[in-house]
């Protein structure tokens, strides 16, 4: 997948490309990142990237011309398929099932705004589709398109270790995660639970999804409303 980033602040998507698995990924070639900076479109001695509102108020906007530019020099990077994506307070929320969604785009154009937003002709002339990644306003869009490339990423054949990885993922059933236990098998006066020292895996796979159902319920029941359960999943809530 090609990832094109569109970003006054390049630099801080180091965090994903230079780390962890999203790093291995690009080192790999299975994802292949590009930048384009509004700032390298300006064309006045201090380079302005910022413009006022109309209508007056607190602020600034991105100045469109450099940002259309931008967003055209990357569709020349990913071609004429990528799907491009605002990242915005304003977009529908990330979830699983987006995230999944987007990762069997060919390519994405992740545009990042600063200061107070967009102007709303670019986004509708060039926007496919406006992202947010919660209910909380953050300074500018970088950190969003960063945890859209994470969550996007992890989706894509060969990125985790094996290939059942992204789909044994808490989530991917609709459901929170288990707890998990490492050593020692006491700590702070807590065993680890005695089924999973048992070596029936069996057993073992129907505790964890016993306990992810547990913890769903209780933490989460938003999760489960219109969810439909398995047999196996009634058989376990009746036990
Ligand atoms: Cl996608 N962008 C910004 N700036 N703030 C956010 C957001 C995105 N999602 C939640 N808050």
């Known amino acids: 997948m090609h990832i094109a980033l569109v970003s006054l602040f390049p630099e801080m998507f180091e965090a994903v490309t230079g780390h962890g698995v999203t790093g291995r990924a690009v080192t790999q070639g299975l994802v292949q990142i590009s930048h384009s900076n509004p700032r390298d479109y300006t064309t006045d001695k201090h380079r302005t990237v910022d413009d006022r509102p109309y209508g007056g108020g607190p602020g600034m906007l991105m100045k469109i011309d450099p940002l259309q530019q931008a967003i055209a020099a990357a569709r020349e990077a990913t071609g004429d398929s990528a799907r491009v994506i605002y990242l915005s307070p304003q977009g529908q929320r990330l979830d699983h099932g987006k995230a999944v969604a987007l990762s069997q785009e060919k390519a994405l154009i992740l545009v990042a705004g600063r200061y107070e937003g967009v102007d709303e002709r670019l986004i509708e ?70 089924v999973l020292l048992s070596g029936n895996h069996a057993l073992i796979r129907r505790w964890r999804l016993k306990q992810a159902l547990g913890r769903t319920y209780e933490r989460r029941p938003d999760l489960l409303e219109g969810r439909a359960s398995t047999a196996e999943e009634e058989e376990l809530l009746a036990e």
């Not at 496919?128 to 209910?135: F, K, M, P, Q, T």
């Not at 950190?143 to 894509?156: N, Y």
């Not at 789909?167 to 639970?193: F, I, M, N, W």
Request: proline share 7%; charged share 25%; aromatic share 6%.
């Open 125 to 194: 002339a060039e926007v496919d589709e406006e992202v947010s990644i919660g209910d909380y306003v953050l300074s500018g869009g970088e950190l969003a398109a960063m945890v859209v490339i994470d969550a996007v990423t992890r989706h894509l054949p060969g990125v985790l270790g094996h290939e059942l990885s992204a789909q044994e993922d808490s989530y991917a059933d609709g459901l929170l995660d288990c707890p998990h236990y490492t050593r020692p098998e006491e700590y702070q006066g807590k065993p680890v639970p005695e």
